[in-house]
């Protein structure tokens, strides 16, 4: 069998599956998503993206590309009536860094002010979108005893667990934002949150976007903070990227360069789940090869910690959103538009390794069983040791 395999540089391990040998006659080329042209594609059976490259007729127009899949739960930079119309098979990865996203927002939470004692005391957070992202979120709110509610028009609301209006889910204390981008009525995400929505939220409040970057109005959230009443903000994804606005990055709480999905596990979830597409594609079975990463390392939790800070401890242990919000900064701030594009590009594509918290070993001497309750609500699986076990 040939196949030939031409991947985005940033999708892991897909020689573990068909390079060097796994798979008789599958070679893997490799291409920096941005840069993918038509003139890449000669001779190649399948194409494996990312969000940043369109893939569309004008990509594929008279190449021998007979697969097409991406590494990412949305498809808005796909043309799927295109390759329908072309025969084309198509392959996403639904859900596979939906814990990534969940455990970044976490983390945003965790890094802000007093927002997390604030949850866990009886505070609200507003969900948007409730697809798988939005959804899992959910669940992780209720496995932590957080109360919240969700908004999203295109499904049932009897789908919907907690459902409620848009305005209702912006006046929670944190808002986060898990929609797909879509410009198709009757309820578009492009902009939905605007100037008068952005008035709706807590002055003192959180808002979160991890979801596409129009879906929040940029020079509109720019304008608002710049009245200093907006809410504490935390954007990882930006309208125009990687040319994104500095104003509005030197206003937010926080940034980073649209990785929240960007955990290993949940790359690597999404990259077996094409190649098992592909296998599928063509009538292949996959070996059971195992995780290329292998079991994350068991953490520690200090004795004096509870509650919050506990919680805290854990999050930053897997992932320091700080980092991040800094070599944002350094790399784009008081660069030329090229140079703050290239920088952003360029923490995307070294991001270093970031292992999820979920399944994770936590030791430690736990004081109440609400404290185990919170370990477990992270998804971790507690040990407990010392004078409390």
């Not at 939906?98 to 970044?104: F, L």
Request: aromatic share 4%; charged share 20%.
């Amino acid at each position: 069998m040939s196949l030939e395999i031409l991947a985005d540089e940033n999708i892991p391990a897909v020689e573990h599956y068909f390079g060097a040998g796994a798979v008789t006659g599958a070679t893997v080329r490799r291409v920096a998503g941005r840069q993918l042209q038509c003139s890449h594609l000669e001779g190649v059976d399948v194409l494996l993206v990312r969000s940043v490259t369109q893939v569309n007729e004008a990509l594929l127009h008279d190449t021998s590309v007979k697969f097409v899949g991406t590494a990412t739960s949305g498809v808005d930079h796909i043309d799927q009536v295109y390759l329908l119309q072309q025969g084309i098979g198509f392959a996403h990865a639904p859900g596979a860094n939906a814990n990534s996203v969940v455990e970044y927002v976490l983390a945003a939470i965790a890094a802000v002010t007093d927002k997390l004692e604030q949850l866990l005391a009886g505070g609200t957070v507003g969900i948007v979108g409730y697809g798988m992202i939005g959804s899992a979120m959910a669940v992780r709110l209720r496995a932590l005893g957080i109360d919240y509610w969700v908004y999203d028009p295109w499904l049932d609301k009897k789908a919907i667990s907690n459902p409620a209006s848009l305005i209702r889910v912006l006046g929670c204390d944190v808002v986060t934002l898990h929609c797909e981008m879509t410009r198709q009525p009757p309820w578009p995400s492009f902009h939905l949150l605007g100037e008068a929505e952005l008035a709706c939220l807590q002055p003192g409040g959180l808002l979160i976007n991890a979801s596409r970057g129009p879906v929040v109005h940029n020079q509109a959230m720019l304008a608002l903070l710049e009245t200093g009443r907006g809410p504490a903000t935390v954007f990882d994804v930006w309208e125009g990227e990687p040319r994104i606005l500095h104003a509005l990055l030197d206003r937010v709480t926080l940034g980073s360069a649209h990785i929240a999905g960007y955990s290993l596990d949940g790359k690597l979830l999404a990259t077996r789940m094409l190649c098992d597409a592909i296998a599928l594609q063509v009538g292949l079975a996959l070996p059971g090869q195992g995780n290329p990463a292998g079991e994350p390392e068991a953490l520690a939790v200090p004795d004096s910690l509870v509650g919050a800070a506990l919680m805290r401890h854990l999050l930053k242990a897997r992932y320091d959103i700080g980092r991040d919000d800094a070599l944002l900064r350094g790399a784009t701030l008081g660069q030329d538009v090229a140079q703050a594009a290239l920088g952003f590009d360029l923490l995307r594509k070294q991001h270093r390794e970031r292992r999820e918290l979920l399944g994770s070993t936590v030791h430690g001497d736990f004081k109440s069983q609400r404290d185990i309750e919170l370990v477990q609500g992270l998804g971790c699986v507690p040990v407990a040791t010392g004078a409390g076990s």
